[in-house]
């Protein structure tokens, strides 16, 4: 069974980095059918989706998100890695990392089918 | 970039009602949509890939359909369990991917 957790701490100071990893167990990062994939979602807010790594070493974020973010995988450890630049108090957010299946069978496209419980990241001095 | 909009933005039903939240995308997305199912300090939860196939493990009274720009989420027969928020999800542009705001279905 796959499980995903995030760690990371929880209170980062405003233009500092924010860190975090996602460490997968129960199954391996280096499938061709999946993207390791970073999400947040600000208290009482949507879901917004940050960025992605696959297993080739490719890595793809969100434009919105500017050149802030770096995210990497380390199939050695089975983990991967979220860091976000110059953070501000509207990057506090429940940061979620999910795995995306692209293939499910006959299916054109699956979903992000397992995800880790989430860990609050609070930026404040 | 795609914007994915819900409707409505939240809803209140009742046990046993038939519920339907829809999502348009701001251009053709094909079958490239997915619904999940969020509670209170939970991770969400997939329901529903490629607009209307049902994730293993997902009760059958949840179903979907569309294609295109515009989607439904229906839940035949409103739960208990059933009281959440919903987002759509779209992979049209995979590996970049855009949700919903949300749909918050609450008890009348």
């Known amino acids: 069974h796959l499980q995903l957790q995030e760690s990371g701490p929880g209170l980062v100071k405003p233009s500092e980095t924010l860190s975090l990893t996602c460490t997968v167990s129960g199954g391996s990062i280096n499938h061709e059918n999946y993207y390791w994939s970073w999400i947040r979602q600000p208290p009482g807010k949507g879901l917004e989706w940050i960025g992605s790594t696959y297993y080739t070493g490719s890595t793809y974020h969100n434009p919105a998100l500017k050149s802030r973010v770096t995210i990497s995988g380390d199939t050695a450890k089975n983990q991967f890695s979220l860091k976000l630049s110059s953070v501000t108090a509207a990057d506090t957010a429940v940061y979620y990392c999910?795995?995306?299946?692209?293939?499910?069978?006959?299916?054109?496209?699956?979903?992000?089918?397992?995800w880790g419980q989430g860990t609050l990241v609070t930026v404040s001095s | 970039d795609i914007q994915m909009t819900q409707s409505p933005s939240s809803l209140s039903a009742s046990v046993g009602d038939r519920v339907t939240i829809t999502c348009r995308a701001s251009?053709?997305?094909?079958?490239?949509l997915n619904w999940y199912q969020q509670k209170p300090g939970k991770a969400p939860k997939l329901l529903i890939y490629?607009?209307?196939s049902l994730q293993s493990g997902v009760p059958s009274r949840f179903s979907g359909s569309g294609s295109g720009t515009d989607f439904t989420l229906t839940i035949s027969s409103l739960q208990p369990e059933d009281f959440a928020t919903y987002y759509c999800q779209q992979s049209f542009s995979t590996p970049m991917y855009t949700f919903g705001q949300g749909t918050k279905l609450d008890v009348k």
């Open positions: 251009q053709g997305i094909d079958i490239y």
């Open positions: 490629a607009a209307s």
């Open positions: 999910a795995r995306y299946e692209l293939t499910v069978e006959v299916a054109a496209t699956g979903g992000f089918d397992y």
